[in-house]
């Protein structure tokens, strides 16, 4: 199985701030990386597919980058309502496989 | 717009079975494979199984291959998983998804998950 590494665990950020998740892949993965926002007792919603298409709907301050086992998920300006659980997800290989989640808090 | 609604969850027994459905619409249901993915309290998420969109093809986690069965009943656009000899590590929301488009394996639809609990 194809292991997704995310890193940083837990970040504390301020609104308006930067932010930038990491997420590896053990084995490359070309492009067929997804990106999703969990909020507490709420379903995953798609962010990012395909490494770096923004999903309808989602603000452009979202926005991804990477191709092979190193993908970048970057909020050019945190908003409050984008403190929430960050999950990257391979769909290049059987099983599909989810990092272990970034927690996005304030500081 | 798609809606998908789980129920069926509950709390079971270790070694006793319980069935999940997942209610769909607001989009052709039979054109798309479907999929269950659970999420243990406060941990990720794990993709269990699915189902092609004719129900003629099913894949599974090792972990549940041999216990959980998918299924699908395309007159009625509802999706089901099985599970038998439930553990205590199958304790877990479990979600149906949409995926993205046909023949792909990212989620852009999700239901809003029901709670498995297995215990004595």
């Known amino acids: 199985d194809i292991q997704m590494t995310q890193s940083p665990s837990t970040l504390s950020a301020s609104v308006r701030d930067r932010v930038t998740i990491t997420c590896r892949a053990s084995?490359?993965?070309?492009?067929?990386l997804a990106w999703y926002q969990q909020k507490p007792g709420k379903a995953p919603k798609l962010l990012i597919y395909?490494?770096?298409n923004l999903e309808s709907g989602v603000p452009s301050r979202f926005s991804g980058s990477g191709s092979g086992t190193e993908f970048t998920l970057t909020i050019s300006s945190l908003q409050p309502e984008d403190f929430a659980t960050y999950y990257c997800?391979?769909?290049?290989?059987?099983?599909?496989?989810f990092g272990q989640g970034t927690k996005v808090e304030i500081k | 717009q798609v809606q998908l609604v789980e129920s069926g969850g509950g709390v079971v027994q270790p070694g006793r079975s319980l069935t999940l459905s997942c209610a769909a619409s607001?989009?052709?249901?039979?054109?798309?494979?479907m999929h269950w993915v659970r999420q243990a309290p406060g941990k990720g998420l794990e993709w269990v199984a699915v189902?092609?969109?004719?129900?003629?093809?099913?894949d599974y986690q090792d972990s549940v291959k041999g216990r959980f069965i998918i299924s699908r009943d395309n007159s009625d656009s509802t999706l089901y998983l099985q599970m038998n000899s439930l553990r205590g590590d199958d304790t877990a929301v479990y979600y149906c998804?949409?995926?993205?488009?046909?023949?792909?394996?990212?989620?852009?639809?999700w239901g809003q998950g029901t709670l498995v609990t297995v215990s004595s």
């Open positions: 997800q391979q769909y290049n290989s059987f099983p599909w496989t």
């Open positions: 607001g989009f052709i249901f039979s054109d798309y494979g």
């Open positions: 189902i092609s969109s004719n129900g003629n093809n099913k």
């Open positions: 084995q490359s993965i070309s492009s067929w």
């Open positions: 998804a949409k995926p993205h488009g046909s023949g792909r394996n990212d989620f852009d639809s």
């Open positions: 395909q490494a770096s």
